[in-house]
């Protein structure tokens, strides 16, 4: 069994917490009040920003030249690719671009100080387990959101094609097969510091919806 396969039966109570939490069930069927979907993707794009520079981070401790290329690459996608999307919902929904609120709120701000402190201060192995949840749990709420609703009308159908295309699943099983590959070459010790780096990510995903769906704000 791969590390991955291990990993993400450590949180399956998490995972099972996410797909049954009210902001990710109302957002399937479209009746999440605007309000907490505009909160979300104000944090989300505060947290983009940040997970892309994770990302290059990473790719800059990377040993290995294709790998490095890769999570430039993930960080580049971030940074681009996915804020393309908020930037359409922002205009869709009226929101601004330059304003995002503002502030970053709690959740978010701790969500990403905890992928840098792991990113600066910890192995090339940890860090990539702890980045690797962002990009797993939204493809597999993406492709569960498409095998049991009807996103036809849904007006957060753009947010769901997104996380359940093929090009992000891509992108998904190229990250798993990398920390796949690290974890396989490392030591035991350091398998379960990325395990449970991994779980503390997966938990602030959880963390990072609730607190959109209840506005924390500091």
Request: glycine share 4%; proline share 3%; with cysteine.
């Amino acid at each position: 069994m791969n590390w991955t396969d291990h990993a993400w039966e450590s949180i399956t109570a998490i995972y099972s917490d996410i797909l049954t939490m009210p902001f990710i069930v109302q957002l399937s069927d479209g009746s999440l009040p605007l309000d907490k979907f505009q909160f979300y993707m104000q944090q989300d794009a505060f947290y983009l920003e940040e997970f892309g520079r994770v990302l290059a981070f990473i790719g800059a401790k990377s040993a290995d030249n294709q790998q490095a290329l890769d999570y430039f690459e993930f960080g580049r996608n971030a940074l681009l690719v996915e804020r393309a999307l908020h930037e359409n919902y922002f205009r869709e929904f009226g929101l601004s671009p330059a304003d995002k609120s503002n502030k970053i709120e709690p959740t978010c701000h701790h969500y990403v100080h905890f992928l840098k402190s792991v990113a600066a201060f910890e192995c090339v192995e940890v860090a990539m387990a702890a980045t690797l949840p962002c990009f797993w749990i939204y493809k597999e709420v993406g492709d569960h959101i498409v095998s049991t609703a009807n996103t036809q009308g849904n007006p957060y159908s753009k947010w769901i094609e997104t996380y359940s295309g093929e090009d992000f699943a891509q992108g998904v099983i190229k990250a798993k097969n990398y920390v796949d590959k690290i974890a396989a070459e490392t030591t035991a010790t350091k398998r379960e510091k990325m395990r449970q780096v991994f779980i503390t990510a997966s938990q602030l995903e959880y963390q990072f919806w609730l607190a959109a769906y209840k506005r924390r704000v500091w």
